[in-house]
């Protein structure tokens, strides 16, 4: 026990505690607002569309794929090194445990749609967890992006500075019920005119408090990635099992011939042709609710005690960054193994 | 009231049960594991899906409550 | 699906942006490295099929050496058995031949050695013989005759048997 404060230990406790110290007396995280939509970074418009914060992070993680798959390739060498030793490694595992499930044909095959959504995924998810990605933005007043169309209107922060840097740390503005109600008016009209509602002319209104809008967010906390992906897997796969079966693929849905009872058989075909489209919902909102709950995660923590303290749940985080990477793309995978294979008693291997 | 307990319990009634389901996955994969060392890399790869199915129940739930939350209940303002 | 963020258009850049990471990636990254990964695998198996061809190369030819040292080795020691074997007669024949010699030297050494021992006895005996005369007569002094004297001596010489 005596041993426990000396030496090393002695000055990591001292460390710990002031840490904790300062964090609780001089480090205020806002616990932020929580928006479900990518936030639309004002002024910023690409083709006539408003540029979200996670669609920025989207083209971020295809860079850095991209940037990945540059090194690796740059100088193919019999002997590897560097990046493209480690290419060859990720690439030389997963296409054994393809080969594993699937036969080494359709490994192959399908390989590059497997990796491609792996390493996607797997860079959007981590890119979260580097420092000043979810924090550093524009202020916007809370009108702009906080009163929607429908009149929902949620509390914004003060603008303050901390450390020197422009922030919001003081505490909530909270409108009052009458510059709610005026609000809400301004969003009507403004939707009655057919407009998109950019908050009130009111200045009184304008001034009711601002937020952060950060230039990334984690891309896979914008449900338009999750189920555009989705989309792509489950519409490869049911590509992918009229090349193998042509149009008997079709039978597993409309005309299965399993048990040899009607009924019962075409209960069955209900039930797979409603399991496509919830695997559509399960694949996008898996990876959506694990990074979502995973970001939000991070910020309570960061608000609780913003030294420290979140530093297991980063740990975490990567895990969970790479296995829902994984999942998504091993699912994937496993889903056009599955549509090769009739099951609609036709063919009996 | 009821707008902050929904979302509660939605979220946290829908996770018991695929609390459970991960729990005896995880046992049933250990105990095969520790039966079987040497299938450990197949098993655990299994482990992992069986996991992520019983964890898209918990999803459908995060799902419901992320709506009540985000879009609101019908019928109530 | 507006208050959770779906609309179409995001929707689609996000679909359109993936599909063409997918392809850039089935270009540019794949190809080169599943090749190379094949390639090398390919080499792999082929220098462990010449490495395996070798191996037996290199064994037949050391059961060829081993054979033949085998052989080199029973000739040199049937060499060494029949030279030994004739060093073996020739010692016996030199013993043989010796042995003869000293046989023979030692037989005709005993034979001189008897005959000159013949010879000086017979001389001692006449010796012997003519000094008894001699004292005789210079003890009896023609008191006996030539005969008598004869016979004495003889029995003299029987008695003292100097044989």
Redesign the interface.
Known sequence: MRKLFQGKNLVIIIAVLAAIIVSVLFIKVPMPTISLPAEKIPGWYLFGMPVTNTFLATILADLTVLFLAFLAVRKVQEVPSGMQNLMEWVFETFEGMLTDIAGKEKARRWFPMFMTILLFLLFANWWELVPGFDSIGVFEPLEVAYVNSDGTIRNGWEKGTFLGLPSIVKKPVVLTEEQQARAREDAEAYEKKGKEYHGPKDPELASGGYILIPFFRAAATDLNLTIGLALISVILTQIIGMQFLGAKYWRRFFNPVITGSKPIDIFVGLLELVSEFAKIISFSFRLFGNIFAGQVLLFVMAFLLALLLPLPFFGLEMFVGFMQAFVFAILTFIFFEAATHSHAGDEHH | MIEILGPGLAIGLGAIGPGIGVGLLVMGALQAIGRNPEAAGEIRTNMILGIVFAEAIAIYALVVALLLIFVGAPGLS | M??????G???????I???I??L???R???P???N??DE?KQRIADSLAAAEVARKEAEEERARLMAQIEAERAEAQKRIAEASAQAERVRADILAEAKREAEELKARAIQEAEAEKQRILAEAHKQIAELTVLATERVVRHGLDESLQHQLIEEFLSETSLN
């Open positions: 507006n208050q959770l963020g779906v609309n258009p995001f929707l689609l850049s996000q679909i942006n993936f599909i990471l997918l850039l990636l089935k540019f990254l794949y080169p490295l599943m190379m990964l090398r």
